[in-house]
Structure formats: structure tokens, C-alpha cells
């Protein structure tokens, strides 16, 4: 088995958070990625600023500066990452819906992190609408990106419980500490895996 690390690429839109898990991750040199490129569609995005200080590549393509063509603006992200090497992606906090054109590009080997127990609450809000729906377990799961929105085959997913006085930025930061552990085991895990049979493996329950 090559011990050689898989080029992978984190998109981002905002905080940047579970992008800095990931980078803290492949730090460790058995960790099987590095980080290629960091790229937002948000300029003023701090996870740029963060990657920066980290010393690694960023890329700032604004979806605002491509109207409603979509597709032009994927064009341009497709671009970066061919450029920068990267042989996988980590959607990390990004908040742009993609086109059919960037998830068949890196169909099987682009990830995201989502914070709910998928396949419940997809989409935005999702502590709020669990609050609403009164469940008492909630969490996050990491899943392969596909043209449906959070219905990609999942690699892994973390529970944590609902409390009593909860409020929905409790549960937010409540399962913010559960994405940051997640995120870097569900990707060692689908990087150290063979690829043909990673996406059906049995998820990753870490909490
Ligand atoms: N084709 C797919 N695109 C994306 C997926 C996916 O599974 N398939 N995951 C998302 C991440 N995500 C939820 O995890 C998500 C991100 C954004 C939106 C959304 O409605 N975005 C709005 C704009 C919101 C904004 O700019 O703040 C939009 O794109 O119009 C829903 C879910 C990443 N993309
Ligand atoms: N629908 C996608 C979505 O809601 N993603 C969520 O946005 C936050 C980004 O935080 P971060 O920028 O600190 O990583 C995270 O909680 C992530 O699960």
C-alpha cells in the first residue's frame, strides 16, 4: 500500500472550522491526504484567512462575480482544482448548491459535512427543525457528494444527545466538536480504503 498522500482540495463559504480539522489532520505524516488547496466563493471568507496563515494555497472565486450562470462559475472552481493537483475534495461549510457538471466531475471522491443525521433535516437549519421535531439524538454525518442535495451514500455519521434546555446554538456548538472529530476520521477512512467498495462500507459512529 503506497504511503504516498492523496492531494485533497477544502471548499469553504465561511468560519472555517472543520477546514482547520482537516488541516490539523493531515499534519500527522501517516495522515493518507494533504490539504492542495483551500478555495472559497466568499472573498472575505476567515477560512481563507485562516489557510493562509497556515501557509497553505487559497483561491477566491466569487460566485457573485458570474450572475446566475452557475455553471461558468463551477467551470472556473474545476479549473482550480485541476490546477492545483487535487484528486479529491472536502466540502467544508459551503454553501453554494452544485450543478450536475462539478458532482459528475469529481463524482466518488468529493465529501461533505453535514450537520444532521442524514437522511433527516437535509438542507438548511437543521438544528432548529430538530429542536422543532423534538428528537433527542442529533449529530452529523460525512457523504460522498452527489447532484441530489445531502442524499449522497454516507461514510460516516456521530450522534450526540438533545438536551432538555437546549437552544439551537447549543446544539450547533454541541455538534460543531462531534464534525471536527468526524470529518478527519471519515476521510482517512475513504482515503485508506479501496476506493471500489469505500462509499458501502458500515458508517463511522465516533460519538
Ligand atoms: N449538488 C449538491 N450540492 C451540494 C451538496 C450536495 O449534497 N449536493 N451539499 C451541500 C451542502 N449543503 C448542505 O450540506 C447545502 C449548501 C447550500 C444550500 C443552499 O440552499 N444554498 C443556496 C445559497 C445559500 C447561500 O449562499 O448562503 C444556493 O446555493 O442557492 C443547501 C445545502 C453543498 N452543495
Ligand atoms: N449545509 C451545509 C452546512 O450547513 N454545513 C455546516 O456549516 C458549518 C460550517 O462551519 P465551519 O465553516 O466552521 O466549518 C458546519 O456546521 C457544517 O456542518
Known sequence: MSTAKTPVAILLSGRG?????????????AFPARICLVLS?????????MARQAGLPTRA????????????HE?????ALEEAGAKAVCLAGYMRLL?????????????NIHPSILPSFPGLHT?????EAGVRLHGCTVHLVTEGMDE??????????????DTADMLAARVLRQEHALYPLALRHFLT???????????LVVA
Open 127 to 131: 438544528h432548529e427543525r430538530a429542536l
Open 99 to 111: 450543478t450536475p457538471y462539478l458532482t459528475n466531475a469529481w463524482a466518488g471522491r468529493m465529501l
Open 41 to 49: 466563493n466568499k472573498p472575505d471568507a476567515p477560512g481563507l484567512e
Open 61 to 72: 472565486i466569487d460566485h457573485r462575480l458570474f450572475g446566475k450562470d452557475r455553471a461558468a
Open 75 to 79: 467551470h472556473a472552481i474545476h479549473a
Open 152 to 165: 449522497g451514500p454516507i461514510l460516516g455519521q456521530a450522534a450526540v444527545p438533545v438536551l432538555p434546555d
Open 17 to 29: 472550522s472543520n477546514a482547520t480539522a482537516l488541516i490539523d489532520a493531515a499534519r500527522d505524516p
Open 193 to 203: 480504503q479501496n476506493p471500489a467498495t469505500a462509499a458501502n462500507s458500515a458508517a
